[in-house]
């Protein structure tokens, strides 16, 4: 990892891109786009940045996973039911991208 994302303040959750194995640094702005992602990190990757969003007091996020068959928003879906920081989750507006999105809303509190 480079030195200019290690010191990034508005960037708090690193992982593995699926096509290279480079670390990425993902903004912590309440909004996760999985496309770049493979499957098999979903799950990690979700636990990370919904914690760290909760962490910036974030509480409410989108998650972009794609409209397709729904393959990657059944497994986010059923991921996010059984959360443990997570409240509640529906399908995204239009405008915030539809059957191709999903809104969480987080759990305050310290334990979410």
Same mark, same amino acid.
């Given at each position: 990892?480079?030195?200019?994302?290690?010191?990034? /303040? &508005?960037? =708090?959750?690193?992982?593995? =891109?699926?096509?290279?194995? /480079? $670390?990425?640094?993902? $903004?912590?702005?309440?909004?996760? &786009?999985?496309?770049?992602?493979? $499957?098999? /990190?979903?799950? =990690?990757?979700?636990?990370?940045?919904?914690?760290?969003?909760?962490? @910036? =007091?974030?509480?409410?996020?989108?998650?972009?996973?794609? #409209?397709? #068959?729904?393959?990657? %928003? &059944?497994?986010?879906?059923?991921?996010?039911? @059984?959360? %443990?920081?997570? /409240?509640?989750?529906?399908?995204?507006?239009? &405008?915030?991208?539809?059957?191709?999105?999903?809104?969480?809303?987080? %759990?305050?509190? $310290?334990?979410?």
């Amino acid at each position: 990892m480079t030195e200019e994302r290690e010191n990034r /303040e &508005d960037c =708090d959750v690193t992982t593995e =891109d699926a096509g290279n194995q /480079e $670390p990425v640094v993902l $903004p912590i702005d309440g909004v996760l &786009d999985l496309h770049t992602f493979s $499957p098999r /990190e979903v799950r =990690d990757l979700l636990d990370d940045y919904l914690a760290a969003c909760l962490e @910036k =007091d974030i509480l409410d996020v989108r998650i972009i996973h794609g #409209k397709g #068959k729904g393959i990657l %928003r &059944d497994r986010v879906r059923a991921i996010l039911a @059984k959360h %443990r920081l997570v /409240e509640s989750w529906l399908e995204a507006r239009l &405008d915030a991208g539809g059957w191709g999105a999903t809104i969480v809303r987080l %759990r305050q509190g $310290p334990n979410g």
